[in-house]
T-cell receptor, first 117, second 112 residues
Framework: GAVVSQHPSWVICKSGTSVKIECRSLDFQATTMFWYRQFPKQSLMLMATSNEGSKATYEQGVEKDKFLINHASLTLSTLTVTSAHPEDSSFYIC?????????????FGPGTRLTVT | DQQVKQNSPSLSVQEGRISILNCDYTNSMFDYFLWYKKYPAEGPTFLISISSIKDKNEDGRFTVFLNKSAKHLSLHIVPSQPGDSAVYFCAAFPGSGNQFYFGTGTSLTVIP
């Protein structure tokens, strides 16, 4: 099946610094990628939808200046958490949709555990 | 506003028995439903899906049932195996746009 990778899998950073997380579709092209955030024992919450070559669409309540998303190619989207604070500590998961059809399967990456000290 | 709910945070089942995981939703516009399985520190993996035009979909040991009038779906795993131990998320799709709505997950433990 389709494979989506994320890098790094785990990162610790100091408060005030920025962290970049990469999401790659390894064996398919993804015009649309999604970024989710999961708090402990809570559901996956969609943060933003990333479309190749255009600006990301952010969900309500997500600060676009804090969570910068770039989808530079059909196989790579990046999420940069700027000026990270301890409350940004979370599990970030990306997914990529194969094809262009709305509702098509999303393939999830393994997630990135961010800890801000 | 949690539009997809999994009211049981955890479930324990003996190996070989049936596991039944439940999911309720509130939005009648949802027309496609999926179940994902997630191990700790990993991303979710797709398990099985069902369209709203069906009431049952079966794939090996996994069967998903949909009751549209009750806005309820369930995942049956039979027979349950220790390797099935994971967190299971149900997700719903409204038929347009991009967003999948996820439930809060049910942690299944299959006891050998």
């Amino acid at each position: 099946g389709a494979v989506v990778s994320q890098h790094p899998s785990w990162v610790i950073c100091k408060s005030g610094t920025s962290v970049k997380i990469e999401c790659r579709s390894l064996d398919f092209q993804a015009t649309t990628m999604f970024w989710y955030r999961q708090f402990p024992k809570q559901s996956l919450m969609l943060m933003a939808t990333s479309n190749e070559g255009s600006k990301a669409t952010y969900e309500q309540g997500v600060e676009k200046d804090k969570f910068l998303i770039n989808h530079a190619s059909l196989t790579l989207s990046t999420l940069t958490v700027t000026s990270a604070h301890p409350e940004d500590s979370s599990f970030y998961i990306c997914s990529a949709r194969e094809g262009t059809a709305s509702g098509g399967h999303q393939y999830f990456g393994p997630g990135t555990r961010l800890t801000v000290t | 506003d949690q539009q997809v709910k999994q009211n049981s945070p955890s479930l324990s089942v003996q190996e070989g028995r049936i596991s039944i995981l439940n999911c309720d939703y509130t939005n009648s516009m949802f027309d496609y439903f999926l179940w994902y399985k997630k191990y700790p520190a990993e991303g979710p993996t797709f398990l099985i899906s069902i369209s709203s035009i069906k009431d049952k979909n079966e794939d090996g040991r996994f069967t998903v049932f949909l009751n549209k009038s009750a806005k309820h779906l369930s995942l049956h795993i039979v027979p349950s195996q220790p390797g099935d131990s994971a967190v299971y998320f149900c997700a719903a799709f409204p038929g347009s746009g991009n967003q999948f709505y996820f439930g809060t997950g049910t942690s299944l433990t299959v006891i050998p």
